[in-house]
């Protein structure tokens, strides 16, 4: 049989614990994640046939400058397609498959990130 001295100690020791309902709630919540609108890169369409073009949109909370650079398949080194502000689109037309990259600047979480587009023909 247990001896109640210990369930005595035990309550004294739980009841001595600095929890109160604030300290509790912030414990139990969740860590927020961030909305899917603080942060968009996305060309649209994905896939477009030779000489069609498409756009590349962003919107970056928090960013102060945004440079974008693009890799195309056949020639790896990124070259700079230009700095712009938070939020915008720019209309690309890609000959190949080309992959975008975006950095940011600010005092934001985000500092790179990519979208891909593919250059396919379309059989008739």
Same mark, same amino acid.
């Given at each position: 049989?247990?001896?109640?001295?210990?369930?005595?100690?035990?309550?004294?020791?739980?009841?001595?614990?600095?929890?109160?309902?604030?300290?509790?709630?912030?414990?139990?919540?969740?860590?927020?994640?961030?909305?899917?609108?603080?942060?968009?890169?996305?060309?649209?369409?994905?896939?477009?046939?030779?000489?069609?073009?498409?756009? &590349? /949109?962003?919107?970056? $909370?928090?960013?102060? +400058?945004?440079? *974008? #650079?693009?890799?195309?398949?056949? !020639?790896?080194? &990124? /070259?700079?397609?230009? $700095?712009?502000?938070? +939020?915008?689109? *720019? #209309?690309?037309?890609?000959?190949? !498959?080309?992959?975008?990259?975006?950095?940011?600047?600010?005092?934001?979480?985000?500092?790179?990130?990519?979208?891909?587009?593919?250059?396919?023909?379309?059989?008739?």
């Amino acid at each position: 049989m247990t001896h109640p001295a210990k369930y005595f100690l035990f309550l004294v020791c739980l009841l001595a614990l600095p929890i109160s309902s604030q300290n509790f709630s912030r414990v139990a919540r969740e860590p927020k994640e961030p909305k899917r609108t603080d942060f968009i890169f996305e060309v649209r369409p994905k896939v477009i046939a030779p000489g069609e073009t498409a756009t &590349l /949109r962003w919107s970056i $909370k928090g960013a102060t +400058k945004v440079l *974008i #650079e693009a890799s195309a398949l056949s !020639d790896r080194p &990124l /070259r700079q397609i230009g $700095k712009f502000g938070a +939020k915008g689109s *720019i #209309e690309i037309r890609p000959k190949e !498959d080309t992959i975008y990259v975006v950095t940011c600047d600010g005092p934001t979480a985000y500092s790179c990130a990519s979208a891909s587009i593919s250059v396919r023909v379309r059989q008739p």
